[in-house]
């Protein structure tokens, strides 16, 4: 059994896990460990079984594999946490390493692989255990999404709504720079209550098949939208929030140096 520990506030840990087991693991089924409201659509973990965290103390997995923090998000995995016998992986994305470093244990998980989803910072790197290899995510294939009209710019986001409309002021004042009136249309789970009239709403998942044929794509620079508007650099428009643990700031400067 694949067991994958995936904690994070955001939607953004679930996709990333599904597009990782999809990559690695084709048609193998995987118990989701993550305490994310997101899990309750259906859409976002597809086949794979879901778990509480906490849950890992009763299990015995042949592999676990953590998610971008090596000690889970507030220090609470240890090597004690690993049941014996089982191999451990290693996500690692970009994080804020010094922000982060004072939840490590006393005793952490020596990973027996590592694999890396994007440049780190040296610290970070010089902190990694076991075979490290480069790893490039695919996603896993979905129906066309077909509510959308070709050409609008899209608002991609997950909230909280105060970021929602940041993003939304943020393609207004782009479009005046461009001096276009483009069609906005917000892709977000849930609509905002006080969302623009001029604002759509549409909430397919996954929302990367909607990316081709828009004329620009509005983000904050999580580590999934600058991965999979990675094809389509020119019009993707970034503003990266501040994050406790993830680094948006130095993860859009690579972008856009990129």
């Known amino acids: 059994m694949i067991a994958c520990y995936v904690q994070g506030g955001g939607l953004g840990h679930l996709t990333r896990i599904r597009a990782y087991l999809h990559t690695c693991h084709p048609g193998e089924t995987a118990t989701i460990l993550t305490t994310s409201p997101f899990t309750a659509d259906p859409r976002v973990l597809g086949p794979h079984r879901i778990m509480p965290a906490a849950a890992l103390a009763s299990l015995r997995p042949s592999t676990l594999v953590v998610d971008a923090f090596p000690a889970g998000l507030d220090g609470e995995l240890s090597a004690a946490s690993v049941p014996a016998g089982t191999r451990t992986v290693?996500?690692?994305?970009?994080?804020?390493?010094?922000?982060?470093?004072?939840?490590l244990p006393d005793e952490p998980i020596a990973f027996d692989e590592t694999r890396l989803l994007e440049d780190l910072t040296p610290d970070h790197r010089s902190y990694l255990t076991g075979r490290c290899t480069p790893l490039e995510l695919t996603d896993p294939p979905c129906p066309p999404v077909r509510d959308v009209p070709d050409g609008s710019w899209l608002i991609v986001h997950s909230g909280p709504p105060p970021e929602i409309h940041e993003l939304i002021g943020y393609a207004?004042?782009?479009?005046?720079?461009?001096g276009v009136h483009p069609r906005l249309v917000l892709v977000s789970p849930a609509r905002p209550t006080d969302l623009p009239v001029d604002v759509a709403h549409v909430s397919p998942y996954p929302a990367w098949p909607l990316f081709p044929t828009a004329d620009r794509v509005i983000t904050a620079a999580g580590f999934n939208a600058v991965r999979q508007m990675a094809p389509w650099r020119s019009r993707h428009l970034m503003l990266p929030f501040p994050r406790r643990f993830d680094d948006q700031f130095t993860r859009a400067a690579a972008a856009r140096a990129g």
Do not use: I, Q
Request: some cysteine.
């Open 90 to 103: 290693y996500l690692a994305r970009l994080l804020r390493w010094d922000a982060y470093r004072p939840r």
């Open 172 to 178: 207004r004042d782009c479009a005046a720079a461009e």
